[in-house]
């Protein structure tokens, strides 16, 4: 075999040296050094810690209060959701139907890891009107749906608390005059329990709050009201 020439060789076993000596020189010296302004940024990055690590217990979300109510008639405990993630994610419904008039309520919780990634989220979907006085972004949206000549008005309120973010549905259909909950129920009765849940996230550090509880005396696992033979928002 022909050797390779000399200045070529050294090259070669050269080249090991100089990647050493640069990463050295980084760890020693440069930028990923202990006491270099980058590194102390890069280390303060990674370990900045989570204003919120895990959603908190959600059927503990809403004051009985408010539950009675929103949802009258429904079951203070309150139906968890079914969600994959349950240290990020996490939900429950309260639903119930008293004489002719339908009413349904859930609230979830979502973490990110961190407020930058909760901003992004929360402008993903951006529709809906500015709401006041919950969070540090909220906004609503309200909508009237007809199915079968029967109405059914739903609110629902996003929020942004830190790298948190707060969804809550609430609504209702009146079965005997085919109407649904006023535009100024449906949204005072959503905001009421976005503060409660909020309340719920800033005030019990993901624990949840002693003096709340939630309730569900239908399925959980969609907001269609179908399960119980009621219509829903389309």
């Known amino acids: 075999m022909r050797s390779l020439p000399l200045p070529v060789t050294l090259a070669a076993r050269l080249v090991p040296v100089v990647v050493l000596a640069c990463a050295g020189w980084a760890y020693?010296?440069?930028?990923?050094?202990?006491?270099?302004?980058?590194?102390?940024?890069?280390?303060?990055?990674?370990?900045?810690?989570?204003?919120?690590?895990?959603?908190?217990?959600?059927?503990?979300?809403?004051?009985?209060?408010?539950?009675?109510?929103?949802?009258?008639?429904?079951k203070s405990a309150g139906k968890e959701l079914?969600?994959?993630?349950?240290?990020?994610?996490?939900g429950c419904a309260w639903s119930a139907l008293k004489g002719y008039d339908y009413r349904w309520l859930d609230v979830s919780y979502e973490i990110e890891d961190t407020e930058a990634a909760a901003k992004k989220a929360y402008a993903a979907d951006g529709t809906g009107e500015a709401a006041a006085g919950v969070g540090d972004q909220a906004r609503m949206t309200v909508k009237l749906t007809t199915?079968?000549?029967?109405?059914?008005?739903?609110?629902?309120?996003?929020?942004?608390?830190?790298?948190?973010?707060?969804?809550?549905?609430?609504?209702?259909?009146?079965?005997?005059?085919?109407?649904a909950p006023t535009e100024k129920e449906a949204r005072e009765g959503a905001l009421l329990a976005a503060q409660d849940a909020v309340a719920t996230l800033t005030g019990s550090g993901s624990s949840g709050s002693s003096g709340s509880s939630g309730s569900d005396s239908a399925g959980a696992n969609s907001k269609s009201p179908e399960a119980t033979g009621s219509p829903g928002p389309s």
């Open 28 to 74: 020693s010296s440069g930028p990923l050094a202990a006491g270099h302004p980058a590194a102390k940024a890069h280390a303060s990055a990674s370990a900045a810690p989570k204003t919120y690590a895990e959603p908190p217990a959600p059927c503990t979300a809403v004051t009985k209060a408010t539950i009675a109510k929103l949802v009258p008639g429904a």
């Open 82 to 90: 079914s969600v994959t993630h349950r240290d990020v994610r996490r």
């Open 147 to 179: 199915k079968d000549k029967q109405q059914t008005r739903e609110a629902v309120v996003t929020v942004r608390a830190a790298n948190a973010l707060v969804t809550v549905t609430f609504n209702g259909s009146d079965f005997e005059s085919k109407g």
